[in-house]
Structures are given as C-alpha cells and as structure tokens.
T-cell receptor, first 113, second 111 residues
Framework: NAGVMQNPRHLVRRRGQEARLRCSPM?????VYWYRQLPEEGLKFMVY????????ESGMPKERFSAEFPKEGPSILRIQQVVRGDSAAYFC???????????FGEGSWLTVV | GQNIDQPTEMTATEGAIVQINCTYQ??????LFWYQQHAGEAPTFLSY????GLEEKGRFSSFLSRSKGYSYLLLKELQMKDSASYLC????????????FGKGTTLSVSS
C-alpha cells in the first residue's frame, strides 16, 4: 500500500462541524475509491472516482457526504454536519487502468464528539 | 443482491497450515482479491484471482472456482505476525471496478 497518501490520519470534530479527508493516489493511478470501516465491521464501498468524474457513488449516503477528484490535487471526501455515527475509519484506495491491483492508504480515523 | 461470506474467526498454531474460505454471490464477476489487515492499519494486498485455479506467492496461496463461487486463502508455515484479519473482496461488473468486501476472518496464531 505504499504510495497512497491520506491525511489527516486522525481527525476529531464536534457534532455539526465539517470533516474533509484527502487522498493522493499512488503515482500513475487514476482511479480512486473511498471505503468506510466501522468497528467490528467490514469495509463498505462508498464512491469510485476518476479524474473529474464520479463513476459510482452507490455506496455514498445521499445527504451530507460528497466526494471529488479534481484535475489537479488530491481526492477529497467531505462530510458536512457530522454526527456521532460518522465516527469510523475512512480508507482510500487507488488503482491503475484495469484495476488488477488496488492499494489502500493508511486511512483517516474520524472521531465525532 | 451481493453477498460475500467468510468465517468470522479462526485459530491456529505457529508452523501450521490454515485455509480461509470465502463464498460469494454477486451479479457479475471480474476478479477476487484477498487482503490482510492488522488492527488499526490499512488493508494490504495479498492476491488477485480472475481465472480458476491456484495462485502461489511464497507462504500464501489463493484458489478460485468461479463455477462454485468459491475461493480460499492458504497460509503455510504460520508465524505469530500472521495474526490479523483476512478480507475477501470481489469485483463485480455491477460496481464498476470497485471491490465489495466480506466482513473478514480474524486469524489468531498461537505459539
């Protein structure tokens, strides 16, 4: 998983604030995926993006959550008006064309207090 | 719907061999992945199978039978550091190239 960079690693937000999580894919990768992992649960797919395009957002909650992957810069997962239930680890992964190897970043741990 | 099943927990001793099974029902199939995840860390890629058969990589091997919707991860010569969660994931056409994960199998290796 070397090369997929996520920040911040840990983030604490009060209820109602906004959380922004950033992901820089591995060099040469143009596909980015966001997953959420709750304690004792599996990784849940949220959204799949390519540069400037959202390919599949079927796992993304309809409200408060948004994602982007601009032409320049990292992919951003944005959570508005956070609630306690948003507390989780958010993992970003990237792959090249074909996606035969998908590598994960170290994750961003969000705690909502 | 899409469903990926694997045992919740397994235990084994150092030096032994363990097989972690995974069955899946998905609307399409475009590859099966295994990842290792230590507590509090990121998943680490272990293997990828898209054709039937066995893929061997050092102490780890992964097998796939598409007709049975079945895969297993085989770990040989177990070491204490192999204690981790092992995640089975399927890429189905329905999800583009995103992966759908099972809940993972927590393996505990004892001396």
């Amino acid at each position: 998983n070397a090369g997929v960079m996520q920040n911040p690693r840990h983030l604490v937000r009060r209820r109602g604030q906004e959380a922004r999580l950033r992901c820089s894919p591995m060099k040469g990768h143009s596909h980015v995926y966001w997953y959420r992992q709750l304690p004792e649960e599996g990784l849940k797919f949220m959204v799949y993006l390519q540069k400037e395009n959202i390919i599949d957002e079927s796992g993304m909650p309809k409200e408060r959550f948004s994602a982007e992957f601009p032409k320049e810069g990292p992919s951003i997962l944005r959570i508005q008006q956070v609630v306690r239930g948003d507390s989780a680890a958010y993992f970003c992964a990237s792959s090249g064309q074909g996606g035969n190897t998908i590598y994960f970043g170290e994750g961003s741990w969000l705690t909502v207090v | 719907g899409q469903n990926i099943d694997q045992p919740t927990e397994m235990t084994a001793t150092e030096g032994a061999i363990v097989q972690i099974n995974c069955t899946y029902q998905t609307s399409g199939f475009n590859g099966l992945f295994w990842y290792q995840q230590h507590a509090g860390e990121a998943p680490t890629f272990l293997s990828y199978n898209v054709l039937d058969g066995l893929e061997e990589k050092g102490r780890f091997s992964s097998f796939l039978s598409r007709s049975k919707g079945y895969s297993y991860l085989l770990l040989k010569e177990l070491q204490m550091k192999d204690s981790a969660s092992y995640l089975c994931a399927v890429r189905s056409n329905q999800a583009g190239t995103a992966l759908i994960f099972g809940k993972g199998t927590t393996l505990s290796v004892s001396s």
